[in-house]
């Protein structure tokens, strides 16, 4: 491993540079020791006298896992995209040697995410979290900021937290890619504050060298679509024994009781999946065999609707802290459903009514709608196939479901399977009163079981007509007018008949004669 230009200049350097930078490592282990243990792993590399003795000429070729980390990193996978690619000295710096860019020194790293990170030990954030965001939790946005500015404005700040990192794509320097094409880097940073939706940056390295507008803003950016994004709990589970002869096997993808759960056209996936450490946030996958997917926590609970009937393939895909994942297809037959449609009118079948429609199953409401009060329609949808009734209610009007069966037919039962139309016409019959010889300003009462259904007057006609008079029995008419007698039964000579009953049946016009004699 090459050591030159880094940390302590053992080619041609001066005692008193050699010293003051020796003291400054010292002084700042001496802050971050806060037990004896720590000196004590300090000695294990260091003189006793606490001054740092720098690796020796054969560091240079040598790595640093053959000398002295012979532990492998076996619960972190290897190959492109990771820091495991290549030179295993290179592979310890990517991790080891970040509070002091420039200056070689393999620091510990801190791997509890609760605790305060003290001087000359790397935060896990500034370790795994290079490669895979850390912080709180990784939130998108859009933002827009001037040149040179330090204030971001954001689409949304949820979820934005004050300390977090957070990077602003295309607002960093120009440079120039492998083609000679000139490109505009990513702008990283730190967020000293929030407000409303400006994002307050860390002033400490100055504002963005690029202005953008809408730009996408990210807080704890992962380093590429290969990274998968880890909080900095999560990082602390698995950092805690990354060198340990451990080797990462993959998580046990399951669902919960082995399928999931259908109830009509929402179905349910429960994750039960397992592995031998903490699973990372957002490591399951539900990818629901239509195009669309949802992702969650382990043992979250992912409801779907689908919007129409048929067997779909159902991928439950779980990823472990090591990137190691595992999947589980489940089959499930979503039930062909079915639909009870109609209109509710006026006798005249066009008239729109607006009134209560109730779908019963077995006696019991299942769903209540309202009819249109512009074309009297309804709808029950989304229904599996069985018998159902439908009743339809409004205060003081009767209705019937079957125009050709006598009687009102309300509730009126309905197979689905397939769809069905269920119309409702309202019931009424039409009640017509004359008197022979037409005489005016006779005053006609209709009544049912002696309550007042109606009262009207005739005219020069000697006619009134009681419409929509809802059907049943007991009904019955009287002409009254003062120094008249009338009779209805249409015989001749007394006994007078006045009142006379009417038959209260619906679609029928039943028409009342009244002679009279002065």
């Known amino acids: 491993m090459r050591r030159l230009y880094r940390g302590i ?35 294990d590399c260091h003189n006793p006298t606490g001054i740092p003795t720098p690796h020796d000429a054969s560091c ?30 290179t592979t310890c710096r990517t991790c080891h040697d970040k509070p002091f860019p420039g200056v070689y020194h393999p620091y510990k790293i801190n791997v509890s995410a609760g605790s305060v990170t003290p001087p000359g030990i790397v935060d896990l954030d500034q370790a795994c979290g290079q490669c895979h965001g850390g912080g709180t939790a990784n939130v998108r946005t859009t933002g ?8 971001l404005t954001v689409a ?7 300390g977090q990192k957070i990077r602003i794509a295309g607002a960093g320097a120009l440079y120039y890619d492998d083609q000679g094409l000139g490109k505009y880097a990513d702008f990283d940073t730190y967020i000293t504050s929030i407000s409303g939706t400006t994002i307050t940056l860390d002033t400490g390295i100055g504002g963005v060298t690029t202005g953008v507008t809408n730009a996408d803003v990210i807080q704890n950016a992962t380093n590429s679509e290969r990274s998968p994004y880890f909080s900095k709990t999560n990082l602390a589970a698995f950092a805690e024994n990354i060198h340990s002869s451990y080797v990462n096997t993959a998580p046990a993808a399951a669902f919960l009781a082995g399928t999931p759960f259908v109830a009509d056209y929402l179905v349910t996936v429960t994750d039960a999946s397992t592995d031998d450490v903490a699973f990372p946030a957002n490591a399951v996958t539900v990818n629901w065999g239509n195009g669309s997917a949802s992702t969650g926590n382990a043992g979250s609970t992912f409801p779907k609707t689908y919007a129409t009937a048929g067997t779909y393939n159902i991928t439950l895909t779980v990823i472990d802290a090591g990137g190691l994942t595992s999947s589980q297809v489940a089959t499930v037959s979503v039930p062909t459903k079915y639909s009870i449609s109609g209109r509710i009118t006026e006798s005249d079948g066009s008239t729109a009514i607006s009134a209560s429609v109730y779908l019963k199953l077995n006696g019991i409401t299942k769903a209540t709608k309202t009819s249109s009060a ?32 006598a009687g009102e037919q309300n509730p009126m039962p309905v197979q689905v399977g397939p769809s069905k139309t269920q119309n409702f016409t309202r019931a009424t019959f039409t009640v017509t009163v004359n008197t022979t010889p037409p005489l005016s300003g006779v005053t006609v009462y209709l009544k049912q079981n002696g309550s007042s259904k109606g009262t009207a007057t005739t005219t020069g006609t000697g006619t009134v007509t009681f419409t929509n008079v809802n059907p049943g029995t007991g009904y019955t008419v009287q002409a009254v007018k003062s120094g008249k007698t009338f009779d209805g039964d249409g015989t001749p000579g007394a006994p007078n008949t006045n009142p006379v009953s009417v038959p209260g049946i619906a679609g029928t016009t039943p028409t009342v004669n009244f002679t009279y004699t002065p």
């Not at 070729?61 to 000295?89: K, V, W």
Request: aromatic share 10%; hydrophobic share 40%.
């Open 144 to 151: 827009t900021i001037a040149v040179g500015s330090m204030s």
């Open 9 to 43: 200049d053992t080619i041609g350097a001066g005692t008193a540079r050699r010293l003051f930078i020796a003291g400054f490592f010292s002084l700042l282990f001496l802050l971050a020791a806060s037990t004896h243990a720590l000196a004590l792993d300090c000695i």
């Open 374 to 405: 512009v074309d009297g329609s309804y709808s029950f949808d989304s229904l599996n196939p069985g018998n159902y009734e439908v009743q339809v209610y409004k205060y003081g009007m009767v209705f019937d479901g079957n125009p050709v069966t």
């Open 60 to 89: 240079q070729e040598i790595s640093c896992a053959q000398t002295c980390h012979q532990n492998d990193l076996n619960r972190h996978p290897t190959g492109y995209g990771t820091p495991l690619t290549g030179d295993r000295t």
């Open 156 to 162: 949304s700040a949820t979820g934005f937290v004050a």
